[in-house]
T-cell receptor
Framework: AQTVTQSQPEMSVQEAETVTLSCTYD???????LFWYKQPPSRQMILVIR??????QNATENRFSVNFQKAAKSFSLKISDSQLGDTAMYFC???????????FGAGTRLTVKP | GAVVSQHPSRVICKSGTSVKIECRSL??????MFWYRQFPKQSLMLMAT?????????EQGVEKDKFLINHASLTLSTLTVTSAHPEDSSFYIC??????????FGQGTRLTVV
């Protein structure tokens, strides 16, 4: 079974600064997707960024980028130019090609301070 | 992106009664939907995988007689919490995958059993 580990329960960053959230995972599969989801106080899950495991190039979406290290099974999220609206819970998630179900890490609560 | 609608967003029920939560994929067909439970300040825990036209697959420790799942069509899955008790109070979220590339989440349902 796949496991996803987020070792940072809480993080904070000053507005306009950069912050990196960590995620590691364990799997024996070779083909899978990795995601970062944001969950604001409304509790709606919002996709931040997605990475296909077969792609070596790190995914980027505007201020959000990942550092995907497949051999190390690491998938960190970097948020540049942090904004107050980035304050939320962030979940790292693993999606298996085979099982088609998504597994989540424990989450990191990010607070952006003005 | 695709839209998944979950209803109701909030429900309060008396202990011993049953409550049904609906999850609809509005603009795509979902052969598989997933039901998660989220306790306060915790991650999403997969409860069961809902398969259209067949029985749901439950995660270990989830009572299938307590949490009845029906996936009668390609756009609708329902979760019925039977004989609800206060410990069933939680936030329930559904998701549907479009292919294997991404999961789309409903808005969630906050269940309070009094």
């Amino acid at each position: 079974a796949q496991t996803v580990t987020q070792s940072q329960p809480e993080m904070s960053v000053q507005e306009a600064e950069t912050v990196t959230l960590s995620c590691t995972y364990d799997t024996s599969e070779n083909n899978y997707y990795l995601f970062w989801y944001k969950q604001p106080p409304s509790r709606q899950m919002i996709l931040v960024i997605r990475q296909e495991a077969y792609k070596q190039q790190n995914a980027t979406e505007n201020r959000f980028s990942v550092n995907f290290q497949k051999a190390a099974k690491s998938f960190s999220l970097k948020i540049s130019d942090s904004q107050l609206g980035d304050t939320a819970m962030y979940f790292c998630a693993f999606l298996s090609y085979n099982n088609n179900d998504m597994r989540f890490g424990a989450g990191t609560r990010l607070t952006v301070k003005p | 992106g695709a839209v998944v609608s979950q209803h109701p967003s909030r429900v309060i029920c008396k202990s011993g009664t049953s409550v049904k939560i609906e999850c609809r994929s509005l603009d795509f067909q979902a052969t598989t939907m997933f039901w998660y439970r989220q306790f306060p300040k915790q991650s999403l825990m997969l409860m069961a995988t809902s398969n259209e036209g067949s029985k749901a697959t439950y995660e270990q420790g989830v009572e299938k007689d307590k949490f009845l799942i029906n996936h009668a069509s390609l756009t609708l899955s329902t979760l019925t919490v039977t004989s609800a008790h206060p410990e069933d109070s939680s936030f329930y979220i559904c998701s549907a995958n479009q292919g294997i590339t991404e999961a789309f989440f409903g808005q969630g349902t906050r269940l309070t059993v009094v």
